[in-house]
């Protein structure tokens, strides 16, 4: 491996407790030295970071990169590419249908395709039940050992409340985390839009709060009976933070993540009929927003992911109510991570955690050091570099925003790109 020297980095991460520029020294992967050089030290390479900023490698909790066409395979390495050039080291990809996610075969053969040393990896979670039908249970153990991260129904929540209870009790007895879409089965819709003001002036069915709140409250009520660990995952409502703020404060062992969306786009952002805003879970009213933002700054709400859930830029062009929901978000979920940052008006570390310490956490994996002899895992960004993301390149809600932050370097497992 290449012997590098970067100069002029900030590092952000709370083993340097300094903001001063610094010099990192690499060699064999590991870093060997921050600003005094190594005796006999011999740099292949020499790197001017030019106050660039330097950071663990990212964690994207929740992705769904599978699309069903003939072109699947392809679009999800592109994906992968796309989420490297991102500073995104793992993403959690959830169960789905197609591929089924309930046989270990196949939880092994994407874990192993698609978890390359050095390059951005795909870390599937697992179905809860066979074929995400909500009626038997998984072989969670075997797919655990196939290297499920954890077990999840997606989009099809267990309408038996038996066979959930079960699931938890058998999840519990393994140690392992259930991940929960917290949507209630009967009061699902087939458009996701909240239900208020604008699917009135829409003319469409919305998705009440409740939808989402009593499912937590069902969850939790069998969490407290099993044991379980529970990550609920994109909440939309600001009942669900009182919910899970008031279950962290009882000692259930929960965790929640919020998408990013969320935090920037309300249901107001479809009042035009926007496609690009059809999102799952469906973008609600500015209280709701108020609240998740709260539950960032007070720890209420542990992660922040990308909810990137792949679909083709030509569904997008459909009638409002005949388009997926989903949107591209690999590419902007750094940039958003530090516009977030200036809203809160907080330091950026603060944010950072939520898309790498604490999703690490979750992942039972140790985050990324900055240590001698460390293995360098670590992201170098330009925080004021600027890029606009085009509408027909990226079928998203941000497109054509300017966003700031730009991936200049990447080093995964010690192996170190230039991008």
Known sequence: MERIIINNARILHSDIQNKKMQTCYLAEGKFIAFD??????????????????????????????????????????NSLKIAQKSGIKFLCQWPTKSPAFDNPTTVSAIKQHYSTS????LLPIASLTNDLAGQHIANMA??????????????????DTRVLMNAFAYAASFDLTVFIRPIDPWLNQAVSIHQGVISEMLGIDGIAR?????????????????????????ISCAQSVALIREAKNQGLPIT??????????????????????HLIPPLRHLDDQQALLAGIQDGT??????????????????????????????????????????????????????????AYALLGTDAPQFKVNAVADFVLFNPKKSTEHSASTYQSPFANWHLSGVVEHICFDGCFLTL
């Open 36 to 77: 005094q050089a190594p005796s006999d030290f011999t740099a292949d390479k020499v790197i001017d970071a030019k106050g660039a900023w330097m950071m663990p490698s990212l964690v994207d909790l929740s992705v769904n990169l599978f699309r069903k066409a003939q072109n699947d395979l392809l679009y999800l390495t």
């Open 118 to 121: 050095g390059n951005s990896q």
């Open 210 to 234: 409740e939808a989402e709140t009593l499912e937590i409250q069902r969850c939790l009520t069998l969490a407290k009976k099993t044991g379980v660990k529970l990550h609920f995952s994109g």
């Open 256 to 277: 929640a993540d919020v998408a990013i969306t969320h935090l920037f786009l309300t249901e107001m952002d479809l009042a035009n009929f926007e496609p690009a805003c």
């Open 301 to 358: 709400i542990d992660i922040i992911a990308s909810h990137n859930r792949s679909c083709s830029l030509n569904g997008k062009r459909n009638p409002f109510s005949l388009t997926p929901a989903g949107y591209h978000g690999l590419v902007t979920f750094l940039p958003l991570l530090l516009m977030l940052s200036e809203k809160l008006d907080c330091e950026f570390m603060s944010i950072l955690k939520c898309a790498s310490a604490n």
């Open 142 to 159: 075997l797919l655990k050992k196939a290297g499920a991260l954890g077990f999840s129904q997606g989009d099809y929540p267990i309408a």
